[in-house]
C-alpha cells in the first residue's frame, strides 16, 4: 500500500514500489490510475497524451523530462542483461514438429501419386511450416511469460515472469516476439535473395544451434537483408521524391471551404473480425453533417465537431457504426486545401494553421513505413500505392487546371 496525493487529496492504493516512485514525478492534475498498471511503450504514450491534453506543452515537456532521467536512473541500477538460461525452449515444441513433419510427408505422397502439382505441393509446404512457426512461438512467449513463485502465505502461485528476455519485448524497450523466436522457438523460413522462399525450414533456433545445413540455408537471409538494405534505401528515396513531387502543392490555404460531401467512415471488417475500429478511423476529422443517433434520431454530434477523443467517446456510447467527414479528397478549396476537410494536426493535437504543408508531410509519412518494413508484402505494395497517390492527385491538379481555364475564358 502506498500514500498517494492528488491535489488536496490523499488515499491509499494498493500499488508497487516503482509505481510510487514514478507518482512523485506526476505532475498535479493527473490520476495515479493512469500509472497504476503494468507501464509498457504504448502504457506511456497514453500518459504523455494525456499529460498534453489536459496540462498543456509546458508541463509535457517538463514531465517528458523528468521521465527519462528516472527511467535511465532505474535502469541503470536494475542491469537488465540476460543469459543462455533465459532462452527457455518450449517443451511441446517435439511434438508439434512431429506432426508438422508428418503432415509434410502426405503432401509430398500426395504429389508423388499425382494428386497435386509441384505448386500446389509448395504452396502446401510453405503453409504447414508458417503455422508451425506460429504455433512454436505460440508456446514460447507462453513459457517465457508467466513463472511459478512462492507468495506470502507460503504457497505456490503463477504471475507475469521477470524473465529478462520477455521483459524487454513486452515492455517495448527493445526487441519483439519475432525476434526472440530465432532465439528459443526455431528460425523458421528463410527467404533467398529473390524473394522466393526456402521450403526446407530450420528447424533449431540458436540456444540449441544449428547443423551444417541449417546454417547453409540461413545464410541466404543474411544475404537478403544485406542486399535489401542496399537496394531499399534508393528505392524508399526515389519513392519520396515521386511523392513530394506531385504532392507539395497541397497546402492549407484557407479556415472551410463550405462543403457538405465528404467520405463515409465505417468500421473495417475482415473476415468477420474488425481490423480497425470506427474510433480510430475518424479520431482527428471534422464532421461533414450532423451526427444523429440511430434509435431516437437527437444530434449526438454537430456538423464541423472536430472528432477528438472525448468525441469519438461520445460516438461510441450512442452505438453509431458509420459517420460522414470531411476528406481532402472532396475538398472544394480551388487551390490546396481548407483546415475543415483536413482536420487535425497530428503533430500538435490542434485544428490544422493555415499553411501548413500538409502535402509533403503526407509524403514522407507514406514513405517512412515502407523503409522500415522488413515485410515482402509491404516492398510488393509500393508501386500500387505510388500509382493510386499519383492518379489522386493528378485528378485534383486537373481540375484546378480546369478551372483556371474557365476563369481566363469566362
Known sequence: MAAVKRGAEMRLVETTIGRALLSEIMPEGLSFDLINKPMNKRAISSVINACYRTLGLKETVVFADQLMYTGFDYATRAGVSFGVDDMVVPEQKPGILEIAEQEVK??????????V???????????????????????????????????ARGED?????????YMMADSGARGSAAQIRQLAGMRGLMAKPDGSII???????????????????STHGARKGLADTALKTANSGYLTRRLVDVAQDLVVTGPDCGTDEGLLMTPLVEGGDVVEPLRDRVLGRVTAVDVLGPKDGVVVLEQGTLLDEQAVTDLEAASIDQVLVRSPITCATRYGVCAQCYGRDLARGHRVDKGESVGVIAAQSSVTPVRSSRCARSTLAVPRHVRLRSAVLRSRRRAHQNARDKNRAA
Open 199 to 217: 521450403e526446407t525450414p530450420i528447424t533449431a533456433n540458436f540456444r540449441e544451434g544449428l547443423d551444417v545445413l541449417q546454417y547453409f540455408i
Open 157 to 165: 502461485a503463477q504471475q507475469e515472469s521477470f524473465n529478462s528476455i
Open 106 to 115: 502426405d503432401i509430398q505422397d500426395q504429389y508423388a501419386s499425382g494428386l
Open 117 to 151: 502439382t509441384d505448386g500446389e505441393r509448395y504452396n502446401k509446404v510453405v503453409d504447414i511450416w508458417s503455422r508451425t512457426n506460429d504455433q512454436v512461438a505460440k508456446a514460447m512467449m507462453t513459457k517465457l511469460g508467466s513463472e511459478i513463485v512462492v507468495d
